[in-house]
């Protein structure tokens, strides 16, 4: 039987944490699943998704709460078998001049209309045209098939028209 794990690291970066991080899982029979890392203000920080034998959980556990004296933040938590009701993955795109509340107002608005968000990637970099800093955002929506996605989609839009900017979004198939 196997167990499904979700971990969250934050450390100063430096070379090799994602082999220190595989090793653990490795050792201990797991199977590196899914993960996310990036350098933020000089700290490594990231999740993965991992399974091992049930018969190692503790062990794992163990091995990966040692880290924490190596300079280590971690959070492991136990996954869950995920059923969901019919639901459909949408994309969404925003790109805009930086400013405050971009994210705070969108995910408001998706929250208000029971929108789960799967997830978020953004970033801000220079606007070469413009000398201020151009803020961007790739999010994937995940709707119920009872939720409108016009409505959605208009609320979205109307939000955008207050914040100044430019949404996108992409229906698969």
Do not use: Y
Request: hydrophobic share 40%; net charge negative; proline share 3%.
């Amino acid at each position: 039987m196997q167990s499904n794990f979700v971990v969250s690291v934050i450390t100063a970066d430096k070379p090799g944490i994602i082999e220190i991080l595989s090793s653990i899982i490795n050792k201990n029979k797991g199977n590196w699943l899914a993960s996310n890392f990036t350098r933020l203000s000089g700290q490594f920080a990231g999740i993965v998704e991992f399974s091992c034998p049930t018969n190692f959980s503790s062990e794992i556990e163990q091995d990966l709460n040692r880290l924490q004296s190596k300079g280590f933040q971690l959070h492991l938590a136990k996954g869950e078998e995920h059923h969901h009701d019919t639901v459909k993955t949408v994309s969404l795109s925003i790109i805009g001049n930086d400013k405050l509340g971009i994210i705070n107002e969108i995910s408001r608005v998706l929250a208000e209309h029971h929108v789960n968000l799967l997830k978020l990637e953004s970033s801000c970099e220079p606007a070469p045209n413009w000398g201020g800093q151009l803020f961007k955002a790739a999010a994937t929506l995940e709707l119920s098939e009872d939720i409108d996605f016009d409505l959605i989609q208009e609320a979205i839009e109307d939000i955008a028209n207050d914040l100044i900017v430019e949404v996108e979004f992409q229906v698969p198939g």
